[in-house]
């Protein structure tokens, strides 16, 4: 589609998952003192999202820094009944900016639906904050060559009408490239963001164009380069390389 847009500025989130005991708050201390002393700042924004025991002092820690913070999952409501959930509203007062919904882990550990994940984004969208809603295709519905009808269809059940560039960045991340080593060609991501950007522009028009599109799946500071300058790719979203400074700062390079 149009390339004249103006692009958006690209995000790169750490998805730190199941994984950070208080230790691991002196890694996004390092991001943050090291990206403090760059004599250039960044060309992307940068979020953490560590496991909701660590947010608040998070929020200490990253005071006064341009690295913020987030949440991995929320539940739709905004409070209530619902033991051991967490909903965007209580995310948001620990000082959360964005969350991420619909991640592949959720839909295969707890059943998340495309329905369920757009309930969640529009809890994240109640609380103010901005939704990074997760789609991608398993490894069998690769191989069936079903890779563009599953993540179209993902996206157009799980992004709601009304959404904008501002309130939701859309991840795509291959469930076959998450943890494993392996990441789709170049080519590959080229064609499931331009096939993602289209329809958002279908369904967003001018919003569509800037809405930021990150990719995931085993991002290391040794593709980073490579996968970020891909067209329509407008960052990353990183798992394990996002739980060592060192890693994540390697990840960043490609924006510095
Ligand atoms: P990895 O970077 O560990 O492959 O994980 C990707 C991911 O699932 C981020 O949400």
């Not at 007062?93 to 329905?115: F, K, L, N, P, W």
């Not at 080593?181 to 963001?193: K, N, R, S």
Request: with cysteine; proline share 4%; glycine share 12%.
């Amino acid at each position: 589609m149009a390339g004249e847009e103006k692009r958006p500025r690209p995000l790169v989130a750490g998805n730190w998952k199941m994984n950070g005991l208080r230790g691991a708050l002196a890694e996004a201390k390092a991001v943050a003192d090291a990206l403090a002393a760059q004599p250039m700042p960044l060309a992307a924004n940068v979020l953490i999202c560590p496991p909701a025991t660590l947010i608040m002092v998070m929020a200490e820690i990253l005071r006064g820094s341009p690295v913020m913070f987030g949440a991995q999952d929320c539940h739709r409501a905004a409070s209530g009944a619902h033991t051991g959930d967490i909903s965007a509203e209580i995310l948001a007062d620990a000082g959360a900016s964005a969350i991420v919904v619909g991640h592949s882990e959720r839909r295969a550990d707890h059943g998340e639906t495309d329905a369920v994940v757009r309930a969640k984004q529009a809890a994240v969208h109640r609380a103010g904050l901005t939704a990074i809603v997760c789609i991608g295709e398993t490894a069998g519905q690769r191989l069936a060559g079903q890779t563009l009808d599953v993540v179209v269809r993902q996206l157009d059940r799980s992004v709601a009408d009304g959404s904008t560039a501002a309130n939701t960045v859309v991840a795509y991340e291959p469930v076959w490239a998450i943890g494993t080593g392996l990441t789709p060609t170049v080519g590959d991501v080229a064609l499931v963001h331009g096939a993602i950007r289209d329809r958002l522009v279908e369904r967003f028009g001018k919003e569509g164009h800037v809405m930021r599109i990150l990719y995931g799946g085993s991002v290391k500071p040794q593709n980073a380069r490579e996968l970020m300058h891909v067209a329509n790719v407008d960052g990353a979203l990183v798992g394990g390389a996002s739980l060592k400074a060192a890693d994540f700062l390697g990840i960043l390079a490609a924006y510095g």
